[in-house]
């Protein structure tokens, strides 16, 4: 392919992709973008301890070839101003792995950023931000080494679409006519419109690359966020798809939170990842309050660029936070955190971010060794005290080297003597809190999911899963002993030739037998029964399956899944369920 500023190194192969995997030679050629700003002070560093990490990893069997592509400034100034060369784009497709540094976004140049420009050229669909902890890396919580997350933000729908009509303007007058005439929406005048689309094609691309991921990582969990109990079509409908991915495409390799605690008695069965999902309002407290809990988080846009710089802070800051933007192979490893033009060229800041991309970005290559060493390598750097001025500011006694400084502290601590023992040693740590988290769900389930901060959304959550049937002929007396067996609230009953399906619950039994001055064992399941069944879809939100009651009067309803019976949903679980985890619609 034909460049006019790019030279592909003259040693080295392209990484290429077969039957949907990545083939990764042993000198590959990588692409990097030095980035504006602090970006050449980072870069600089951190190709100098990737190259080490590797060079000592493999004892020089492997080796990249980087390969420098321009955007941001450094484009502008090879590009007559082009910001965005085509050909840089092309590169990346080319080379199939990138990495880059912090960009500037020219203002008024017709670019929102080009970081997001980047993203939807290449359809870098998931923006992958693991955030973990390093040991003596300063940090505000009492156990940051308990944060142990990646995060799967999706990244090219949700109100970040850029469908948004400015207040006053002429399209967002006909857009406001259109939604308060043809569809009766009601919002105040003047009002600023923006769309939020979220679709089953992005939303399963994202959630399948989540799963897959936490199969191939060991990992325990993913944990589905949003807010779909207050944005049922787009927030809701990101949990369904994302379930419904997991069902489909899975099924043999995940389970639901439901089925960990109700066919598994809390004890997660081997080689399964368990897909949970909450909202992501309350995910913020609980990874504060219980960050051992989640693994692999997914989520839509907005969630995602929030709980990532929030998680971030947790574990030391955004600095040293790491990230990527990945399609279905291309990936593009970035730098968090912005340009920090006013330590452009001192030497000053800290290379972490960038530092842990380049590590991400050699586990993507499969190169976990490297990986490894430079983590550790990392670890001891900073528990010696020698550190950016960032992080010196924040410690007591500890030497402040410049960025240069740091790489080179690191790079003699590269070694891989005692890696095995550190790694065994980390893989003990994790063996031990899963292990501690197992105990707990198994001995006390409720409390642990409420504790968890499950709550139930659809009414599938607070359905009686069991369902039974008695004969119409059965009397009640025998109806509530199978109840009572059962430990559940409500029966189907059967039909007969002249009578449908109905349900009898223990309330029937009360207002009907008791009420009627009758005795509960003259008086039939059949007679008490009500009918017709009204039947509710089991992703039906709690909210609607509320007003539904109100609206028609009543007290239970059979729960349906693809045409069948799944269970049964009365007045006394909805009421527990709000007596027991608030009421979650309008929250
Ligand atoms: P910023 O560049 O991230 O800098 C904000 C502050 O964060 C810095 O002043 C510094 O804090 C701290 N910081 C950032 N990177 C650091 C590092 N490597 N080591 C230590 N401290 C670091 O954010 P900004 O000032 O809002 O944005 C500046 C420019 O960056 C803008 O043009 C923006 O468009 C661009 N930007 C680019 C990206 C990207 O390319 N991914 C992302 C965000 C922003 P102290 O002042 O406390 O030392």
Not at 63 to 89: N, Q, V
Not at 119 to 143: E, F, I, N, T, W
Not at 253 to 279: A, F, H, N, S
Not at 289 to 299: C, H, M, N, S, Y
Request: charged share 25%; with cysteine; proline share 4%.
């Amino acid at each position: 392919m034909d460049y006019r500023h790019i030279r592909l190194p003259s040693q080295g192969q392209k990484i290429t992709v077969a039957d949907g995997q990545l083939q990764v030679p042993d000198e590959p050629i990588l692409g990097y973008v030095e980035g504006d700003g602090i970006g050449p002070d980072i870069t600089r560093a951190c190709l100098r301890i990737w190259d080490a990490a590797v060079a000592q990893a493999y004892g020089g069997k492997r080796r990249i070839h980087w390969c420098e592509l321009f955007l941001g400034e450094g484009a502008a100034a090879r590009y007559e101003g082009d910001y965005f060369p085509d050909e840089t784009l092309r590169a990346i497709q080319e080379l199939i792995v990138a990495i880059k540094g912090p960009l500037t976004t020219p203002v008024g140049e017709g670019f929102r950023s080009l970081n997001v420009a980047l993203r939807q050229q290449l359809d870098l669909y998931a923006c992958v931000r693991p955030v973990r902890h390093y040991q003596g890396v300063p940090s505000p919580m009492r156990h940051p080494e308990q944060v142990d997350v990646v995060i799967f933000r999706e990244n090219t729908e949700d109100v970040y679409a850029g469908i948004e009509y400015q207040s006053g303007s002429e399209q967002n007058q006909r857009l406001a006519q259109f939604l308060r005439g043809e569809l009766g929406a009601n919002f105040f005048d003047d009002a600023g419109l923006g769309v939020k689309p979220v679709s089953p094609f992005a939303s399963k691309r994202l959630v399948r690359k989540a799963i897959q991921y936490a199969l191939d990582h060991q990992r325990e969990s993913v944990t589905l966020v949003h807010k779909g109990n207050i944005m049922k079509y787009t927030e809701g409908a990101f949990r369904k798809w994302g379930y419904e991915v997991a069902r489909e495409e899975f099924g043999d390799r995940t389970i639901t939170e439901d089925q960990l605690y109700e066919e598994y008695g809390g004890k997660q069965p081997e080689g399964k990842v368990v897909i949970k999902d909450r909202i992501a309002d309350i995910i913020f407290q609980l990874m504060i309050l219980r960050p051992q809990e989640f693994d692999v988080l997914a989520t839509m846009n907005l969630n995602g660029d929030y709980l990532s710089d929030a998680i971030a802070a947790q574990v030391g800051g955004v600095g040293i936070a790491p990230g990527a933007n990945i399609g279905d192979h291309v990936a593009v490893f970035e730098a968090t955190h912005g340009t920090a033009p006013k330590y452009a060229g001192q030497d000053k800041v800290n290379p972490g971010s960038l530092l842990f991309s380049g590590v991400d970005m050699l586990e993507y290559l499969g190169w976990q060794r490297a990986a490894d060493m430079i983590r550790i390598a990392y670890q001891d750097t900073v528990t010696d005290g020698i550190v950016t001025y960032d992080f010196a500011r924040q410690m007591e006694g500890a030497t402040e080297v410049p960025t240069s400084g740091f790489a080179d502290a690191l790079i003699e601590r590269l070694g891989d003597a005692d890696l095995e023992s550190r790694r065994a040693e980390r893989a003990r740590e994790l063996a031990a809190e899963r292990a501690e988290r197992e105990r707990r769900r198994m001995q006390a389930p409720d409390e642990e999911m409420l504790a968890s901060g499950r709550k139930p959304v659809t009414v599938a959550d607070i359905m009686t899963r069991s369902i039974i049937s008695v004969p119409a002929s059965a009397s009640v007396d025998a109806a509530l002993r199978v109840m009572r067996e059962h430990d559940i609230s409500a029966v189907l009953v059967e039909p007969t030739d002249v009578q449908e399906w109905g349900v009898m619950t223990r309330r029937d039994v009360v207002g009907r037998v008791a009420g009627g001055g009758r005795s509960s064992a003259e008086v039939t399941a059949g007679e008490v029964a009500s009918r017709p069944i009204i039947t509710v879809g089991a992703d039906t939100p709690l909210s609607d399956f509320g007003r539904l009651m109100m609206e028609r009067d009543i007290r239970r309803a059979v729960v349906e899944r693809n045409g069948e019976f799944v269970g049964i949903a009365t007045e006394t679980d909805f009421t527990n369920s709000v007596e027991q985890f608030g009421w979650v619609r309008g929250e």
